[in-house]
Nanobody, 127 residues
């Protein structure tokens, strides 16, 4: 899993797009997590590589959009109306129950175990 577009510093209300290229085995879901300083990692948004359906956490619903380009095995996270509380290191991840660490997100009633991680990128939103 490789993060292609780095994060950066953006003002509140601004936008940023992250991209993630996955190689090798492609799991049913690919998505994004984030971890703010001193806080636990949390899920942000996920997309099915099978049917394109998405799962978006309430904290970013209406502001973040996830999309995919299957031909390029690339997933995008479009982040709009950014807030200071969005400041975090963002990680791209695919399912891998043998990876480490394992974070489980319940999507459509099924626990999805994410364990393959891209390198994180810091997104800083200034007020």
């Amino acid at each position: 899993v490789q993060l292609r577009r780095w994060g950066g510093l953006v003002q509140a209300g601004g936008s940023l797009r992250l991209s993630c290229a996955a190689s090798g085995f492609i799991s049913d879901y690919i998505g994004w997590f984030r971890q703010a300083p001193g806080k636990e990692r949390e899920g942000v948004s996920f997309i099915s590589t099978v049917d394109g359906s998405t799962h978006i956490e309430d904290s970013v619903k209406g502001r973040f959009t996830i999309s995919r380009d299957n031909a390029k095995n690339t997933v995008y996270l479009q982040m709009n109306k950014l807030k200071p509380e969005d400041t975090a290191t963002y990680y791209c991840a695919t399912e891998n129950h043998r990876g480490y660490p394992i974070w489980t997100i319940r999507i459509k009633g099924v626990g999805r175990h994410f364990g393959s991680w891209g390198q994180g990128t810091l997104v800083t939103v200034s007020s």
